[in-house]
């Protein structure tokens, strides 16, 4: 069955480094989203990705965020200068017309020192 | 705007006696709804959606929801819990319905307990 799959599944970062979450896609599936949850609390939207531009944010994707598709599998979140805040869990999500369930990867866990 | 209200933030059962956890949804239309478990460390796995079909949806694991629009609810049951089903469960609904969006708005989520 396919799968939604996000490397690496922890990542360890110091405050002010840029970190690059990445996420592979279901295959047919042409709208990606990245959410995150922050230890203990609701998951969060914040950025969806269709035809290689973003079709929506939320307040929380300021301009330290931004997502790419560099590749036709690949699905990016960077964070250009991690604060302590940006410690989370961030899940990646595919979907495509038709069906109405978004597919989750099993998450990457950020910790910012 | 839409958002999802889940009563519990916390609920302990026995195992082999029924699950009950509660969801309140706001939408001006039609919503998609939909329930995700999240075991500890591990990612979102879809329980159960609604889609304006049926009103009693079944998912897997046991677990069915029932849409009432009269109460804005859809609250997730099953009827005899097992140890396996100890997980954070999340309420869900989806934004621009129809639309290419469908953003997902989570509840606080609902913690389920199972003692043995």
């Known amino acids: 069955e396919p799968e939604v799959t996000q490397t690496p599944s922890h990542q360890v970062t110091q405050m002010g480094q840029e970190v690059i979450l990445r996420c592979v896609p279901i295959s047919n599936h042409l709208y990606f989203y990245w959410y995150r949850q922050i230890l203990g609390q609701k998951v969060e939207f914040l950025v969806s990705f269709y035809n290689n531009e973003i079709s929506e944010k939320s307040e929380i994707f300021d301009d330290q965020f931004s997502v790419e598709r560099p590749d036709g599998s690949n699905f990016t979140l960077k964070i250009r200068s991690t604060k302590l805040e940006d410690s989370a869990m961030y899940f990646c999500?595919?979907?495509?017309?038709?069906?109405?369930?978004?597919?989750f990867g099993p998450g990457t866990r950020l910790t910012v020192l | 705007a839409q958002s999802v209200t889940q009563l519990d933030s916390h609920v302990s059962v026995s195992e082999g006696t029924p699950v009950l956890l509660r969801c309140n949804y706001s939408?001006?239309?039609?919503?998609?709804l939909f329930w995700y478990v999240q075991h500890p460390n591990k990612g979102l796995q879809l329980l159960l959606k609604y889609t304006s079909a049926a009103t009693l949806v079944k998912g897997i694991n046991g677990f069915e929801a029932e849409f009432k629009k009269s109460e804005t609810s859809f609250h997730l049951t099953k009827p005899s819990a097992h140890m396996s089903d100890a997980a954070e469960y999340f309420c869900?609904?989806?934004?621009?319905?129809?639309?290419?969006?469908?953003?997902?708005?989570f509840g606080k989520g609902t913690k389920l307990s199972v003692k043995p």
């Open positions: 869900v609904v989806r934004t621009n319905y129809g639309g290419s969006q469908g953003n997902l708005i």
């Open positions: 999500a595919s979907w495509r017309e038709g069906n109405n369930e978004q597919f």
């Open positions: 939408s001006s239309y039609s919503p998609s």
